[in-house]
C-alpha cells in the first residue's frame, strides 16, 4: 500500500495545506479536497501495479490518502457489484441499465466509502474523539468505523430518525443526541456543544469526497476502463457527485480513461429539493430550502454546504438535476423489487424516479449507457411492505 498523496487545496482560492495537517475548512469558507502526484500514479499505471488485488475499495490505495496501512480501519467496503438491470431497463425504454449497489456495504449504505477514509486519515493525523450530524446512515457508519478504530463517537440526529438508525448507533456504541428539526438543526446542536472532537460533517473536511470517489474508480474498471454515458445519483448533501467528477478526473489524468466522462445528474425528492432548484434557476448559490420534508431522509439536506462543487459537477459533466414527486418512492421501490430482486432504499428509490423522468423528457435516450447509484438497503427505515 502506497499513498501519492502530496497535499490539501481550496479549490476557489487554491490556498495549500500539508497533508498530515488537521484540516476543515479553507480560511476562505471553501470545501478542501486532496491532492496527489498524479505522474507518479500514471507511472505505476503504466508498470501494471494499479489496482492491487484487494477486493475492497482500498485496492486504489495510491489515490487514498492514509499513509501507513496500520491507520487503514477497514471493514471491507467498497468492490460492490454492477447488477445488469436487463427487465428494468426494458420497462422504461432503454438499451442499457446497471445498477450499482451500495447496499451491500458492511453498515449497509454508500457512507462506508467516505467515514472509513475519513476515520482512518484523521485518526493518522491524531484525532481521538468524532462528531457527526446525521439523518441516518452516516451516523451508523461513522459509530461502526469509530468503534474499529476505538475512538470516541458521537452522533446528533433528527428525533425523528428511524429507530433503526438509531439502534444501529447504539449497537456500536455510539453517544447519542437526538434533536427536534432536520440535519441542520442538528448541525447546530453539535456545534453549540462545541466538543473536543473532529467534525465529519459532510463536506466540512476534505476526506468523505476521497472514500466516495472510489465509486468512479470501480464502474470503470468493472466496465474494463469504459464509463457509462449516464449516472444517477441521489442526492443530498453532494458528497458523492462530487466525489464521483474528482474520481473520473483523476482516472483521465492517469490515463486509464480518455476524456469522455459520465453526465451526471442529481436526484432529489419534491419535498426537499434545494440542488434541483439551483440547477433551474443557472446559479451557483444553494439557496435553503425551507420545512423540507421526505421519507428519503438521505436527502432531506436543506442547503448542503458544497454548493458551489455540486453545480460544477453537473454542468461539467453535461448532466443536471430532477425532481421526484414523494409519492413515487414506493411505487419506484417495488418496480426495482419485483422487476430485478433489488431492495432500494428510498434514496435509491428516488434515483429511480428521476431517471423515469429524464427518459420521458428526451434528456436520455434509449441506447444510452445508463447506471443508477442505489446508495443503500431500505432494511433500517422501518417501512411497510408497500402494496402491489
Not at 140 to 157: I, L, N
Request: proline letters at 5%; a neutral charge.
Amino acid at each position: 500500500m502506497l499513498s501519492y498523496l502530496t497535499h490539501i487545496e481550496c479549490p476557489r482560492c487554491s490556498r495549500k495545506f500539508t497533508h498530515n495537517q488537521k484540516v476543515s475548512v479553507c480560511l476562505c469558507g471553501s470545501p478542501l479536497l486532496a491532492r496527489y502526484d498524479l505522474n507518479s500514479v500514471r507511472e505505476v499505471v503504466d508498470a501494471g501495479e494499479f489496482p492491487s488485488n484487494v477486493n475492497s475499495m482500498w485496492r486504489y490505495s495510491q489515490l487514498l490518502p492514509v499513509k501507513s496501512p496500520s491507520y487503514v480501519f477497514s471493514l471491507g467496503e467498497g468492490w460492490t457489484p454492477l447488477i445488469m438491470a436487463r427487465r428494468l431497463g426494458k420497462h422504461l425504454g432503454l438499451k442499457l441499465l446497471r445498477i450499482k449497489d451500495e447496499g451491500r456495504n458492511p453498515t449497509l449504505s454508500f457512507k462506508d466509502r467516505g467515514l472509513c477514509v475519513a476515520v482512518s486519515k484523521h485518526v493518522e493525523s491524531g484525532s481521538t474523539s468524532f462528531a457527526i450530524p446525521s439523518a441516518g446512515n452516516a451516523a451508523v457508519s461513522m459509530s461502526a468505523y469509530c468503534a474499529t478504530a476505538g475512538t470516541d463517537v458521537h452522533v446528533f440526529m433528527p428525533a425523528d430518525t428511524p429507530l433503526g438508525f438509531i439502534e444501529g448507533c447504539k449497537f456500536y456504541g455510539a453517544n447519542i443526541t437526538l434533536v427536534e428539526g432536520n440535519i441542520a438543526d442538528a448541525a447546530r446542536m453539535m456545534k453549540a456543544q462545541n466538543g473536543s472532537w473532529t467534525d465529519l460533517s459532510t463536506t466540512k473536511e476534505p476526506y468523505r469526497v476521497e472514500g466516495k470517489k472510489t465509486m468512479a474508480f470501480e464502474i470503470a474498471e468493472q466496465l474494463n476502463w469504459k464509463v457509462p454515458d449516464v449516472i444517477i445519483c441521489p442526492t443530498g448533501g453532494g458528497t458523492s457527485i462530487i466525489g464521483l467528477w474528482k474520481g473520473f478526473n483523476e482516472l483521465e489524468a492517469i490515463g486509464l480513461i480518455d476524456d469522455k466522462k459520465p453526465r451526471l445528474y442529481a436526484a432529489q425528492s419534491e419535498g426537499c429539493a434545494p440542488v434541483v432548484r439551483a440547477y433551474e434557476k443557472d446559479t451557483d448559490t444553494i439557496e435553503p430550502w425551507l420545512n423540507g420534508q421526505t421519507r428519503a431522509y438521505g436527502l432531506r439536506v436543506p442547503r448542503p454546504f458544497a454548493d458551489r462543487l455540486i453545480m460544477i459537477a453537473m454542468r461539467k459533466s453535461h448532466g443536471g438535476a430532477v425532481g421526484v414527486a414523494e409519492s413515487e418512492i414506493d411505487s419506484c421501490r417495488l418496480l426495482a423489487a419485483r422487476m430485478e430482486g433489488i431492495d432500494l432504499c428510498p434514496e435509491g428509490a428516488v434515483g429511480l424516479g428521476g431517471l423515469r423522468n429524464l427518459i420521458e423528457s428526451g434528456q436520455i435516450d434509449y441506447n444510452e449507457d445508463v447506471l443508477l447509484l442505489n446508495t443503500g438497503s431500505s432494511c433500517r427505515y422501518g417501512f411497510p411492505l408497500v402494496d402491489a
